[in-house]
């Protein structure tokens, strides 16, 4: 069964300085896709990033990006340029590609310091 | 209105109450998705429902009943719950065949007392 793991349940970054949030996986399939979730304070769950696993270059969106090191089984985000608004709960997510399951972590929480 | 919607956003009911969560999505997506949020635990799956039909139940137990009456609109039956099954209950959607990134509602918080 696959797994996914945040070994950091809480992390602080400086405003405008940069963070990057761990996330590590566990599968045997060769097919799938993985997401980095934003959970603000507000709750409403919040697509932050996706990555293919058939695609080798990092994605990237504004002030997000992931190393994705498929053969570590890693997909770390790196938000760049904090601001206080990324202040919340993120959510690393597998997804098979055979089955369509999403799998979440166990989150990490975000604080923005001013 | 857009993407997913929920109501009630928050509900307290009794044990011996039977109540109701509405999902609906705008966004013309073909699957739809109930997840529980605890408190320190990772987000579980529910149910899926892939054109109106349920395509998983995740071992939940009886007292939560799901329905799908079109591809927009996902319900929650609850009866008989219990405190344990206080929570934020989450919904969401996705276009299987497609980008398949599921996109979520605001969640309601249930309380049992």
């Known amino acids: 069964a696959q797994t996914v793991t945040q070994s950091q349940p809480e992390m602080s970054v400086q405003e405008a300085e940069t963070v990057t949030l761990s996330c590590t996986y566990d599968?045997?399939?060769?097919?799938?896709?993985l997401f980095w979730y934003k959970q603000p304070p507000s709750r409403q769950m919040i697509l932050v990033i996706r990555?293919?696993?058939?695609?080798?270059q990092n994605a990237t969106e504004n002030r997000f990006s992931v190393n994705f090191q498929k053969a570590a089984k890693s997909f770390s985000l790196k938000i760049s340029d904090s601001q206080l608004g990324d202040a919340a709960m993120y959510f690393c997510?597998?997804?098979?590609?055979?089955?369509?399951?999403?799998?979440f972590g166990q989150g990490t929480t975000l604080q923005v310091k001013p | 209105e857009t993407g997913v919607t929920q109501t009630p956003r928050h509900l307290v009911m009794g044990m011996t109450n039977k109540k109701s969560l509405k999902c609906e999505q705008h966004?013309?997506?073909?699957?739809m998705y109930w997840y529980k949020q605890s408190a320190k635990k990772p987000l579980e799956l529910m149910f899926v429902?892939?054109?109106?039909?349920?395509?998983e139940n995740n071992s939940v137990p009886s007292r939560f009943s799901p329905e799908c009456p079109n591809s927009s609109h996902l319900f929650l039956h609850l009866h008989t719950l219990q405190p344990e099954d206080s929570a934020l209950y989450l919904c969401?959607?996705?276009?299987?065949?497609?980008?398949?990134?599921?996109?979520f509602g605001p969640g309601t918080r249930l309380l049992v007392l």
């Open positions: 969401a959607s996705s276009q299987e065949g497609g980008l398949e990134t599921q996109y």
């Open positions: 599968t045997s399939e060769s097919d799938y896709y």
């Open positions: 990555q293919e696993a058939y695609k080798q």
């Open positions: 997510a597998y997804r098979s590609g055979n089955t369509g399951k999403l799998i």
């Open positions: 966004l013309g997506h073909n699957a």
């Open positions: 429902y892939n054109f109106k039909e349920q395509t």
